[in-house]
């Protein structure tokens, strides 16, 4: 593990895409693992175990199953956090990532953002079929400036789902209309790539998906943040359970604004920030906004 455990620190999860096959044996070191894993294999995923450690890379980086998958590495990466660190003065994630942020913030336990994730895929199943839709990550253009060129161009499917930082955005929409966008581009910003999943998470797109959870959700217990909690929204302090009950529904159909997550690390100024991201992405961008920042992951050198 990076970094000590006597410093003040921020703990940042990532998102889907981090998952791969075999993802948890990065946490082999760590001497709590399988106790751990034990425990959340006879409580709230039986599966727990293959998924984590033997499920092979296309399942594993499927549509449906990374989402499962990153869920438990992320709880496993705060729970090691949490025995080796002790407890973080900032808890964020980038798009589910936020979820083990909260779950480590004691909103909710493990198996309520499991039976979410579940109610979730299950939605975007039906109305995200897969090939339908299409996410890209472009370059060179702020926020205002995209969307205007979508505008101009005639794309009303596309809308923004990550601000990562001022002018690198991702965008998701119909498949046809997110390949026509990246040919437009390729003259107008300094870069634009497909990426490789197909949900369009944290846009209009997935409001069916909230909807779907909406009831379910209305009536789930939820308790305050015991530690300070930073929204993927906006970058606020979510200070009650009720706020992030509304936070959770929103981040569905919102963009991660991890710009504005970034500038609240600021402020909050922790001598570390620890990165849980498989990739080390998440520490990057959080360099990227907040050039102050000292990052170090949180498994690694």
Not at 6 to 21: K, V
Not at 44 to 55: I, P, T, V
Not at 90 to 95: D, N, P
Not at 117 to 124: D, G, I, K, L, Q
Request: hydrophobic fraction near 50%; aromatic fraction near 8%; charge should be neutral.
């Amino acid at each position: 593990m990076g970094g000590g455990s006597s410093r003040p620190y921020a703990l940042l999860f990532g998102g889907q895409a981090g998952a791969a096959g075999g993802l948890g044996r990065r946490l082999a070191s760590w001497p709590g693992f399988g106790a751990w894993l034990d425990k959340v294999s006879a409580q709230s995923a039986k599966d727990a175990k293959w998924l984590m450690l033997e499920a092979p890379e296309h399942v594993a980086s499927g549509r449906f199953q990374a989402a499962r998958l990153m869920v438990l590495y992320n709880q496993a990466c705060a729970e090691m956090a949490l025995s080796e660190l002790g407890p973080p003065v900032a808890l964020c994630g980038y798009s589910l990532g936020f979820y083990a942020a909260a779950c480590a913030a004691g909103c909710a336990p493990l198996s309520v953002f499991l039976e979410w994730v579940e109610r979730v895929n299950s939605a975007n199943a039906i109305y995200c079929p897969a090939g339908s839709f299409a996410l890209a990550v472009t370059v060179g253009l702020d926020r205002a400036a995209l969307e205007g060129r979508f505008g101009d161009w005639g794309l009303s499917g596309l809308a923004l789902t990550g601000i990562n930082n001022a002018t690198q955005l991702v965008f998701a929409g119909p498949a046809r209309e997110v390949d026509e966008a990246l040919a437009k581009l390729k003259g107008v910003s300094l870069g634009a790539q497909r990426l490789g999943m197909d949900v369009p998470l944290h846009c209009r797109h997935v409001e069916p998906a909230a909807q779907a959870v909406k009831d379910w959700w209305a009536g789930v217990p939820l308790s305050p943040p015991r530690l300070p909690l930073i929204s993927p929204v906006n970058g606020e302090i979510v200070e009650s359970g009720e706020a992030f009950r509304s936070v959770m529904l929103e981040s569905l159909v919102s963009p991660t604004n991890w710009a504005a997550v970034a500038r609240r690390l600021a402020l909050i100024a922790p001598e570390l920030v620890m990165d849980a991201s498989a990739g080390g992405d998440i520490g990057r961008m959080t360099r990227w906004n907040w050039r102050g920042a000292r990052v170090k992951p949180l498994i690694g050198p």
